[in-house]
């Protein structure tokens, strides 16, 4: 199937809700990092957008909005740790097994195999649900984000939006990383929403949001996907390079739209 045009589809959807358009984020050119040495001697580190914590951690707030909370994930949690609470995807798979949006066995397993140096001693889950405070995000919280990332001596960060607007804040984060020398790769769900905000490689995959490793526990499709994402962190040289990954989801999907009201939205 085609992938599914986010952009057109929520403006269709908010204004026939009595909404204005959304001012989606547009950039024409992108930061760039080369990446200065093989896979195999990198440290890399993931952010996920999805919603997730540890059990021993508050959940996050299913309907936030401009909530620019951060949690630092150490590297070794089970994957059957962690809980989700966003309203703004269907994460129902990624609930049964957490490596379906946030891969964390996979990339441990890459590790362990040599395909890259290290996992990075912390993970990273946040920027999730609607934030619209693009300045903040930009001159404050991604910052200092890439410092923590420098204190760790991350090489690559693999970003994972989950929902349609993290796309554009994951993308804003990634941009903004990328200038403290820190190599980025952001696999999308969603192909036009990360072609505006235009983070420096972008792996896009046409499976649901909330899918974006693969159906749960199919840990070779879900490798693979790791695989291909890393690779484009190492092959790509041009800013803003958007590659489509070879992969088509077994049956159709749509759009996840929870809001069926206007008054709905308003009470998020």
């Known amino acids: 199937m085609q992938p599914i045009a986010y ?158 607007l993290d796309h554009q804040t994951a993308g804003l984060v990634a941009r903004v990383v990328e200038t403290h020398g820190i190599v980025t790769v952001t696999l999308s769900t969603g192909r036009d929403l990360s072609a505006n905000v235009k983070p420096p490689r972008t792996a896009f995959v046409n499976f649901p949001m909330g899918n974006a490793c693969g159906a749960p526990f199919e840990v070779a499709q879900q490798r693979r996907v790791l695989e291909d994402v890393l690779a484009l962190a190492a092959s790509a040289s041009t800013p803003g390079t958007l590659v489509d990954l070879p992969y088509d989801w077994p049956q159709p999907f749509s759009m996840y739209f929870p809001m069926k009201s206007r008054e709905d939205q308003l009470r998020k």
């Open 7 to 164: 952009v057109d589809a929520l403006n269709e959807r908010y204004q026939s809700l009595g909404f204005p358009p959304y001012d989606w984020t547009v950039n024409n050119d992108a930061p760039f990092t080369p990446l200065s040495k093989p896979l195999a001697d990198c440290r890399v580190s993931m952010l996920t957008t999805c919603g997730a914590s540890r059990l021993d951690a508050p959940p996050f707030n299913p309907n936030a909005r401009n909530d620019l909370r951060l949690d630092a994930i150490p590297s070794e949690t089970a994957a059957d740790f962690f809980q989700i609470h966003d309203n703004y995807y269907d994460h129902r798979d990624a609930s049964r097994d957490i490596n379906c949006q946030f891969p964390i066995e996979r990339l441990r397993e890459l590790a362990a195999d040599g395909v890259i140096g290290s996992v990075a001693p912390r993970l990273w889950s946040g920027f999730m649900g609607r934030i619209y405070t693009r300045r903040e995000v930009c001159e404050e919280a991604a910052p200092a984000f890439a410092r923590e990332l420098s204190a760790d001596a991350v090489d690559v960060l693999v970003v994972i939006p989950a929902c349609p």
